[in-house]
Antibody, heavy 118, light 112 residues
Framework: QVQLVQSGAEVKKPGSSVNVSCKAS????????IAWVRQAPGQGLEWMGG????????SYAPKFQGRLTITADKSTNTAYMELSRLSSEDTAIYYC???????????WGQGTRVAVSS | EIVMTQSPVSLPVTPGEPASISCRSS???????????LDWYLQKPGRSPQLLIY???NRASGVPDRFSGSGSGTDFTLKISRVEADDVGVYYC?????????FGQGTRLEIK
């Protein structure tokens, strides 16, 4: 059974960085891509970017260019999302999701709450 | 960036009745490879989103046949033939024909 297990909740100060992990099990990690999607409180879903672990190739939404880094460790089947220069507007639940060849997100992690507060 | 617009924003439905959600995109979602990259997701209260429909009209594994997706180009519809209490939540359409991938603002289905 495919599972994506994310790291735990974080509380961060403005201006700092957060690193969220997403560990895949029950699936060959290198056969798929991983996307990161966030959801601010009471808001909709927002695609941040994704990575193809096999190629170690990442793409980012223009909104996050320059402060978002997505990486993957094939040896541990884990993807990482690091967001820097945090502000209160980055308070959200961050999800990872598996992306299949038809470009849909068929399995999702449980979500990681990130709160940014001084 | 492709803008996805859903309607209605809120959808109260009586159990057993049908429901329909519209999704329109600002550009065609038909790729040159012939596939239409439009998906539907349901986010139940307090849960992660789950895939319902992919490539416009294909039900994901385990999704009841009460759910169906249709449409082409820029106009798409998700239909539920008979709404059940377990269908409550927020429904999102999503386009993946080009990056950045974008979602509709969501349609909240509630039971009357």
């Amino acid at each position: 059974q495919v599972q994506l297990v994310q790291s735990g909740a974080e509380v961060k100060k403005p201006g700092s960085s957060v690193n969220v992990s997403c560990k895949a099990s029950g699936v060959s990690f290198t056969r798929y891509s991983i996307a990161w999607v966030r959801q601010a409180p009471g808001q909709g879903l927002e695609w941040m970017g994704g990575i193809i672990p096999l190629l170690n190739s990442a793409s980012y939404a223009p909104k996050f260019q320059g402060r978002l880094t997505i990486t993957a460790d094939k040896s541990t089947n884990t993807a990482y999302m690091e967001l820097s220069r945090l502000s209160s507007e980055d308070t959200a639940i961050y999800y990872c999701a598996r992306v299949v060849v038809s470009l849909n997100f068929d399995f999702w992690g449980q979500g990681t709450r990130v709160a940014v507060s001084s | 960036e492709i803008v996805m617009t859903q309607s209605p924003v809120s959808l109260p439905v009586t159990p057993g009745e049908p429901a329909s959600i519209s999704c329109r995109s600002s550009q065609s979602l038909l790729h040159s490879n012939g596939f239409t990259y439009l998906d539907w997701y349901l986010q139940k209260p307090g849960r992660s989103p789950q895939l319902l429909i992919y490539l416009g009209s294909n039900r994901a594994s385990g999704v009841p046949d009460r759910f169906s997706g249709s449409g082409s180009g820029t106009d798409f519809t998700l239909k539920i033939s008979r709404v059940e209490a377990d269908d409550v939540g927020v429904y999102y359409c999503m386009q993946a024909v080009q990056t950045p991938i974008t979602f509709g603002q969501g349609t909240r289905l509630e039971i009357k």
